[in-house]
């Protein structure tokens, strides 16, 4: 299966290469490898390949209006767009490429001003993944597994003859067994059999060149396995019919591809981790979500600051009063320059851009000590510090999230919420005992802090222990290993620029924990017997301060 993922992926840019229009493109999900850039070198397109970065602006990308050039010159200066010169698009990370830059390759590709789009995703999850608006318009995905064969894979016999219109047909067919509702896959594999045919040097389609572009073209797109079809036995005889000319179209449908094959080449594709998504047909399928979820960099609108200069990339926008501003005292010098010129008179420094200053929610983490014998109270303890910091969120906007580690692992109990009847749900009743796994506490916390922080919130987190940590990381029981895997946690938590506040609950204060909290470049509060309300006030001073 490794060997023929590969000779598929290899087939898959060749054809790519004989008619990058009509295909659009291929989406190649591998990590940066020695194994990808062997797989890219034997790509080669007729036009040059240029890298398509995901941050590129509107100007760049469709060409327009220099504005700083064209007030400099009087004259009216164009930018020309990225696929002005043909080329054959890059994209690194594509998994990264905003919903938005994606539809707007999606229409070049659709109006056939790209030649063809290399689609390099990265992803991991299955989250992860190039905007299905951009990679549903690309023939191929690309996913070889395994080790690269140093041996290619032989040539399969070409087949009967098959009118191109019938091929069609049965291409439409296939995709409805298979669940494809658009009917762009049939009209991208039909491209794909033809320069399959113009590959093997031939000016006419065969039912292998049919068979190879259902395998390339729909694996990846199918969500539904097709039934088993009946046995010859159980079919029943179709009724007679006197109409001459139906045989004749009987005849026609003797050279179409058998059914069964093409079925059996597709499911034979299917991807591992897209059989457990997959239902038999005519059962029901659950909707799920609706892709990829939505990104943005602050979850609040900001406030405006004053405007600076720059210059227009087509992301920012111009404040016009200050342009102005910056222009009119300039007027009377530039009028004695040019005394021919009518109205106002500007020049790229004046342009003035907008500002505002972004404002995101604030996230405590509460990453609490659940071991030992005295991990009872320091839960209600905990518990009840965060419903109060809770009913102070509606007016401060603050979320707060908990995570408790015991044992040999820690758990996200409360993930972020302001939702006071969700977290006195979730906080009712929390485990306790067994070792101290500080390090994984802080892991876990690290990670949640970093979620949180794509999503425009910014993290704090809030240590709760006694500072005993006796479980490593790796879950073995080693005091020794466990203080440095916790020292380690904390320097990454300070790499990241996370905020950190440590609450030595012990009886008596912890020098480790001291030490911790000076690697964390966080305050250290001492609060033996604390209750709800202390641990509340020590949290808010040692936030606000």
């Not at 938005?100 to 689609?119: D, P, V, Y």
């Not at 466990?482 to 009886?507: C, H, K, P």
């Not at 964390?520 to 301060?545: C, E, I, K, M, Q």
Request: hydrophobic share 40%.
């Amino acid at each position: 299966m490794s060997a023929e993922s590969w000779h598929n992926a290899a087939l898959a840019l060749k054809l790519l290469a004989i008619d990058p229009v009509g295909l659009g493109g291929a989406v190649i999900r591998m990590r940066a490898s020695p194994a990808r850039d062997a797989l890219l070198a034997d790509f080669r397109p007729r036009h040059p390949i240029r890298k398509l970065p995901i941050g590129i602006a509107d100007e760049q990308l469709f060409g327009g209006i220099d504005l700083s050039a064209t007030l400099a010159s009087s004259e009216i200066i164009e930018n020309k767009g990225f696929f002005h010169t043909s080329c054959t698009a890059m994209i690194p990370m594509a998994e990264r490429c905003p919903t938005s830059l994606g539809a707007k390759l999606a229409t070049l590709s659709e109006r056939s001003l790209t030649n063809g789009i290399l689609a390099l995703d990265e992803g991991i999850e299955e989250d992860e993944s190039t905007p299905t608006v951009l990679s549903e318009r690309l023939a191929f995905h690309i996913c070889p597994e395994g080790r690269k064969p140093s041996v290619p894979a032989g040539t399969n016999p070409s087949g009967g003859p098959v009118d191109r219109e019938e091929a069609l047909t049965q291409l439409t067919l296939l995709a409805a067994r298979f669940g494809i509702p658009s009917l762009r896959a049939p009209t991208l594999a039909l491209k794909a059999a033809s320069a399959n045919a113009t590959l093997m040097g031939r000016d006419h389609l065969t039912d292998q060149d049919v068979t190879v572009a259902a395998s390339l073209v729909y694996p990846h797109r199918a969500t539904l396995v097709p039934e088993a079809e009946q046995s010859e036995q159980e079919k029943t005889p179709p009724p007679p019919q006197d109409d001459t000319g139906d045989g004749q179209d009987s005849d026609q449908e003797l050279n179409l591809p058998d059914t069964d094959m093409l079925i059996a080449a597709v499911k034979s594709l299917l991807p591992q981790g897209l059989l457990s998504g997959l239902v038999p047909a005519g059962t029901a399928r659950q909707s799920g979500g609706a892709g990829a979820g939505q990104k943005r960099s602050s979850n609040r609108r900001g406030r405006p600051l004053p405007s600076r200069p720059g210059r227009l990339d087509g992301t920012k926008r111009i404040d016009l009063i200050g342009t102005l501003r910056a222009a009119a005292p300039w007027q009377p010098l530039r009028r004695q320059q040019q005394p021919g010129k009518q109205g106002l008179l500007f020049r790229p420094s004046d342009i003035r851009l907008k500002r505002y200053q972004e404002q995101s929610d604030r996230l405590l983490i509460f990453c609490v000590d659940a071991s030992g014998s005295a991990a009872v109270s320091r839960l209600g303890e905990a518990k009840g510090a965060i419903e109060l910091l809770l009913a102070e969120a509606y007016a401060s906007r603050d979320q707060v999230s908990l995570i408790s580690f015991r044992g040999t692992d820690a758990e996200v109990l409360l993930p972020p919420t302001r939702s006071l009847v969700q977290t006195k749900r979730r906080l009712s009743a929390l485990p306790g005992g067994g070792g101290t796994p500080l390090a994984t506490g802080l892991q876990s916390a690290l990670l949640l802090a970093l979620q949180s922080r794509s999503k425009g919130m910014t993290p704090t987190v809030v240590l709760i222990t006694d500072g005993r940590a006796n479980i490593a990381l790796d879950g073995s029981a080693n005091r020794a290993l466990a203080g440095e895997d916790a020292t380690r946690m904390a320097r990454a938590l300070t790499a990241s620029g996370i905020a950190s506040l440590v609450i030595d609950m012990s009886n008596r204060p912890q020098p480790s924990l001291a030490a911790l909290s000076r690697t964390l470049s966080a305050p250290y509060v001492p609060l033996p017997r604390a209750d709800a309300h202390r641990l509340t006030s020590a949290v808010n001073s040692a936030l606000d301060g």
